[in-house]
């Protein structure tokens, strides 16, 4: 017969580190983890035991996040993160955990505002604005809809030439591709490689960027949008000119058509303009020749 497994006690702090070592760090935007995880371990007891966590802890961790300005959808995901950490500890290590789910505790979002840059032209004014080792980074963006983790972490192997297309392992060790643009592919094509991360400055690779974008804007006269703002603009530029929200969820990687539909309201004016192309106002009749 076999020995009944047993159960034991780890803190916050060990498990966080542990989570990140086994599988945080593989990840795409495994940076943005380690900045959640530190927030994680500022505001909860990292030396209480994972099972030690109450209700009234998580509870104060969201209060804690929204005095600093966190907007529900990050306070969602450092939720998320809290919670896998748990999972982890429960199912590979054996540990005793939080009793009650943590995602109970995640905030209602707000229908999302879709911001997005009316024209090439004014991302261009930016993007020039900004310091030249960081434009090949900036046009990646625009031209692909990836996200900044992602694009930072981005290495030549992912980078097929051959075939246009970055090629990269995403969320639930899925693959992943999202085409490349001639314009792209010329400018990829004209960076040293200097070690195997793609975009570097000089030699190094790129940490934050948040400060030279916002800067740029300033710079451009343009008024400022978050760098996100550019994934957007692709998305709404790409279903304007398609008018199909599944090749949207395909090229930015949506797991579920659910979160592609943010952007379904941009189409409303292409839906009005169809209509009132296909009936004639004023006859009713069919406008087809």
Same mark, same amino acid.
Request: aromatic fraction near 10%; hydrophobic fraction near 40%.
């Given at each position: ?13 060990? %498990?966080? *580190? ?18 959640? #995880? ?17 209700? /009234? ?15 529900? /959808?990050?306070?969602?995901? &450092? ?9 982890? *500890? ?36 930016? #993007?020039?604005?900004?310091?030249? %080792? ?6 990646? /963006? ?32 899925? #693959? ?6 001639? @314009? ?10 200097? +070690? ?5 400055? @000089? ?8 400060? /030279?974008?916002?800067? *740029?804007?300033?710079? *451009?006269?343009? @008024? ?18 398609? &008018? ?12 579920? #058509? ?11 004016? %292409?839906?009005? +303009? %169809? ?15």
């Amino acid at each position: 017969m076999n020995s009944p497994v047993v159960s034991h006690e780890i803190t916050l702090d060990t %498990a966080s *580190a542990k989570w990140y070592l086994e599988y945080g760090q593989y990840l795409s935007n495994s940076t943005e983890y380690l900045s959640k #995880i530190k927030m994680l371990l500022n505001v909860f007891d990292r030396t209480k035991p994972l099972s030690q966590i109450s209700k /009234a802890d998580v509870s104060n961790y969201v209060y804690v996040c929204q005095q600093m300005g966190r907007k529900p /959808a990050t306070i969602n995901r &450092h939720l998320v993160l809290l919670s896998s950490i748990c999972s982890r *500890a429960k199912n590979h290590w054996d540990c005793n955990v939080p009793n009650f789910k943590i995602l109970s505790f995640k905030l209602k979002v707000p229908a999302e505002h879709v911001k997005y840059f009316q024209d090439m032209d004014t991302v261009a004014r930016i #993007i020039n604005a900004t310091p030249h %080792a960081l434009q090949p980074f900036f046009w990646t /963006a625009i031209y692909t809809g990836l996200r900044r983790g992602r694009i930072l972490s981005l290495q030549w192997q992912d980078i097929d030439f051959q075939n246009k297309q970055i090629i990269f392992i995403g969320k639930n060790n899925e #693959i992943q591709s999202v085409p490349m643009v001639q @314009p792209l592919i010329d400018i990829l094509l004209q960076i040293p490689r200097q +070690n195997e991360t793609v975009f570097n400055i @000089p030699g190094n690779p790129i940490g934050k960027i948040r400060r /030279a974008w916002r800067n *740029a804007c300033k710079r *451009a006269g343009v @008024p400022y949008q978050s760098f996100h703002t550019l994934r957007h603009t692709l998305a709404t530029w790409l279903l304007r000119d398609s &008018h199909d929200l599944r090749l949207v969820k395909d090229v930015l990687g949506h797991k579920s #058509i659910q979160t592609t539909l943010k952007y379904a309201h941009l189409m409303s004016d %292409a839906r009005n +303009n %169809a209509m009132g192309h296909l009936f004639e106002k004023k006859t009713g009749r069919l406008n087809i020749n």
